[in-house]
Each structure stands twice: as structure tokens, then as C-alpha cells.
């Protein structure tokens, strides 16, 4: 056996988180095997519970048809309430803060909605640039719906760090120098692109500084690394969960509103899943908003997208957020170990080195250039080694702690390295 395997094998058999895996259904290649999964980042594995979950409810649906609102175990009428301890559990929140509901994108949009409020002093967001395109479009469609420009007041944060990433220092410098212009800064918890990790505290503390609102995207930050949303004091944050969530394609999002505005009279776009629950079914004419993010709801909630994500998130829990950490800073390091030791001629690491500004994901860049990072992603996928592939030259490699192995990183290190022997690189 080779030292790489060899260690993979002894820190696998060492690791209290192994059996979660089992927990998963595992994608396997034409060769039987399973496959090496790096792409938690974009959909989660199945957890195994799911079908169950699914069937329940098509169960209760066609044994008690409208009842299944009241009755049964898990009654649709309070479902959302299922979800809510352990997302205030991934999220680092109060349970009055969070709730699931809509899609990622819609939710940034209603949350924007009431908090960002520009004015002609103070009509700025700022972003990084680079963001992700539905965010990108979404700030920019809301600063052109308040009558603004995007011109002058959309604020993208330049990289200033050589792989493309943006140190503490620019952004207390971008948020200070636009300070009186800022009416929201939006940022990412982690960077799809780059990987990238941000400190929510130090970013909020400093928006509120400048008299600015604090707003998160933590589509790659939920349910990968530690989140504070409360104790870091944000605004309002948004996620998807069907990334590190594993709670299905397209699977209901979740929003944050810290409880400081959980009385708030902002103004918002309402629903009657927001109205007041006690007085929501006296069907009146003026909406009374229920306490707390819940506030926020349009539609009575999707039963069968919230099933999957009711029994996903309970293996967050029995996990623990902090041996998921735990687990996380080990398998990622020690990918980033064996590429830095093993394959440093081929690949470049995007994302920062240190455990506390990344997450699971690394962001690799091919030294060959696009033509040859394209060859190389094929070569890996034909091996059954999923990643994936963001132009214009970044492979993302992902290891998720709840169902990845270093085995998988073995797997991974020694294909590149096979590549590069069999003259890849050259095609660059
Ligand atoms: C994945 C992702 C999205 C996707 O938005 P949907 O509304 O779920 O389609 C948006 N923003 C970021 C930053 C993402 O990573």
C-alpha cells in the first residue's frame, strides 16, 4: 500500500464521524465503485432516511387527504415548526429567528425588501466582486427598482490578496471609506468561487459602524462551517439547502432576521403564512405579522421539499457542529497537505490556507491553464472523482465531514498525480 492510502486508512479508522457515511446513498461508477464525491458544495448526497420521510407524507396525503393538516404525526399545518430547533442549531440562532421557506434568490429579495431602504445620501450595497450571479442580480434589480444606479451605487470589493482573495484589512477599508453612501453590505459566509471564508462579526460590527445594514449570503456557509448569526449581531442572512443541507434538488431555502427586529415595522411584502398565527385562520382583512423571521412567510409551506430537510438536519445534530468542524479542518487540510506536498506543479490553492478562512471547500486552479484544467476535470469524472468546474479555470474540490473520506482525498491526489505522469499537463 502507498504512504498516501496507507494514512488515509489510519486516519479514516480514527475518526469517531466515520459511520455517517452509512447514512448516505453513495453515487457508484461503472466499476462498482463509489464514487469519490466532492460536489457536496452544489447538491448533498441523499441522506438515506429521505425516501421514508417522502412516503410518509404521500401516506398522509392519501389516508386523510385535507386532515393531514391537524392530524397525524408531523401535522402539515405546523410543519415548519419540525425544522426549526436544529436550523437555529447550523445557523447559531434563536429559533424565533429562522425559518425555512421560498428558494435562496426569493428570499434575498424579500429580505432586501425591508432592509434595504435607500435614500439619496445613502443608496449604496456593497458586494465582493465576483459574487454569485443570482445575488449579483438580484442587488442590482433592487437598487434599479428603488430608482437608483447600479453604476454608482453597486460598491464590488476587488480582490487584493495574489489568488484572487479579499483580506479583513480591504473590507474594513471598503465599508469605512463608502461609510455615509452604504445602506447595505452584502456578503457571502463563504465564497463560492475562491472558497473563501468570512468573519460575519467583524463585517457586521463595521457595517453597523457606518450606520450600514448587515446581510449575509450563506448559501456555501450553511451547514459548513460554524455560524453565529445572533452573536455576530447580522441583520438578516438567507441560504439554500440543498448544498452542504442535503436536503434535496431545489430544496426549501432558509432566511435569518436577528431578533432585534423581530417586532419590526419595516416594511416587507406579506403573506398569509406570515399573518400572526392565533388570528391568521380568522381570515381578516389586515395583516398582523407574526413575531420573529416567521413574519417573513408568503404561501403555507411545500410538505414534501420540508420532509427531506426535516430528517436531514437531524444529522446535523447527532453529528454535533463541532465534531463537524472538527472533522472538516482535518479532511480539508489534509487535501490541502497532499496538493501542496504532492502536486504543487499542477495545481494551484485558490482558497486561503488558513483552517479559519475556509471551509471544506478548496478552489483549485490549473497551472496549465483552462484547456488542461478541462482535460484534467474529464480525466477525474471518468474515474468516478466528482468535483466541479467554475470558469474560468477553478476545479472545486469539496470534502463534506458528514460522508467524505480521506480515502476519497487518496483517491483524488493519486488521479492528478496519474494525469500529470501520462503527460496531461503538456496539453495546456
Ligand atoms: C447556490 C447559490 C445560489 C442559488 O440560488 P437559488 O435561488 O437557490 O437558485 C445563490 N447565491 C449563491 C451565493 C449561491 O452559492
Known amino acids: 500500500m502507498n504512504p498516501i492510502d496507507k494514512q488515509a486508512q489510519q486516519r479514516d479508522g480514527a475518526d469517531p464521524l466515520a459511520p455517517f457515511r452509512e447514512q448516505f446513498l453513495i453515487p457508484r461508477g461503472d466499476d462498482g465503485r463509489d464514487w469519490a464525491y466532492f460536489c457536496g458544495n452544489s447538491l448533498g448526497l441523499q441522506p438515506r432516511a429521505v ?30 415548526e419540525f425544522v426549526r430547533d436544529d436550523l437555529a442549531l447550523v445557523a447559531g440562532a434563536k429559533p424565533c429567528e429562522v425559518v425555512a421557506m421560498n428558494s435562496l434568490s426569493t428570499n434575498l429579495h424579500l429580505l432586501m425588501v425591508s432592509f434595504y431602504r435607500p435614500t439619496k445620501q445613502r443608496p449604496a450595497i456593497l458586494i465582493e466582486a465576483g459574487a454569485f450571479p443570482s445575488d449579483r442580480y438580484a442587488v442590482e434589480s433592487q ?7 447600479p453604476a454608482s451605487d453597486l460598491i464590488e470589493l476587488e480582490p487584493d490578496e495574489p489568488a484572487g482573495t479579499i483580506s479583513d484589512a480591504a473590507i474594513a477599508r471598503a465599508i469605512a471609506g463608502h461609510g455615509e453612501r452604504l445602506a447595505l453590505v452584502l456578503m457571502p459566509g463563504v465564497q463560492y468561487r475562491s472558497g473563501q471564508r468570512f468573519d460575519l462579526a467583524a463585517i457586521t460590527a463595521q457595517a453597523h459602524a457606518v450606520g450600514a445594514i448587515a446581510g449575509f449570503d450563506l448559501a456555501h456557509g450553511f451547514g459548513n462551517v460554524p455560524l453565529d448569526l445572533h452573536d ?9 439547502h440543498y448544498k452542504y443541507g442535503n436536503a434535496g434538488p431545489g430544496a426549501v431555502a432558509g432566511a435569518f432576521v436577528h431578533e432585534r427586529h423581530a417586532d419590526s415595522d419595516r416594511p416587507r411584502f406579506a403573506g398569509w403564512w406570515g399573518h400572526d398565527r392565533e388570528t391568521r385562520f380568522q381570515m381578516g382583512p389586515d395583516f398582523v405579522p407574526a413575531r420573529g423571521a416567521d413574519g417573513w412567510q408568503l404561501s403555507n409551506p411545500p410538505i414534501l421539499a420540508l420532509a427531506p430537510l426535516r430528517v436531514s438536519l437531524q444529522l446535523f445534530r447527532q453529528a454535533g457542529m463541532d465534531r463537524l468542524r472538527e472533522k472538516s479542518i482535518a479532511l480539508t487540510g489534509w487535501l490541502a497537505e497532499q496538493v501542496v506536498n504532492e502536486l504543487d506543479d499542477v495545481l494551484e490553492i485558490v482558497t486561503p490556507a488558513e483552517s479559519h478562512r475556509r471551509g471544506a471547500q478548496l478552489s483549485l486552479r490549473v497551472r496549465a491553464g483552462r484547456e488542461a484544467g478541462r482535460e484534467l476535470f474529464g480525466f477525474l469524472a471518468g474515474q468516478g472523482i466528482i468535483g466541479d468546474w467554475r470558469e474560468p479555470d477553478v476545479i472545486r474540490i469539496s470534502p463534506v465531514p458528514l460522508y467524505n473520506t480521506h480515502a476519497d482525498i487518496a483517491r483524488f491526489i493519486e488521479a492528478v498525480a496519474q494525469w500529470r505522469r501520462q503527460g496531461g499537463q503538456r496539453n495546456g
Open 232 to 240: 455576530a449581531g447580522a441583520d438578516f442572512a438567507v441560504w439554500c
Open 143 to 149: 437598487i434599479r427598482f428603488h430608482g437608483f444606479d
Open 51 to 80: 425516501s421514508a420521510a417522502l412516503a410518509h407524507e404521500l401516506r398522509c396525503w392519501g389516508e386523510l387527504a385535507v386532515e393531514g393538516h391537524f392530524k397525524g404525526e408531523l401535522p402539515w399545518m405546523d410543519y415548519h
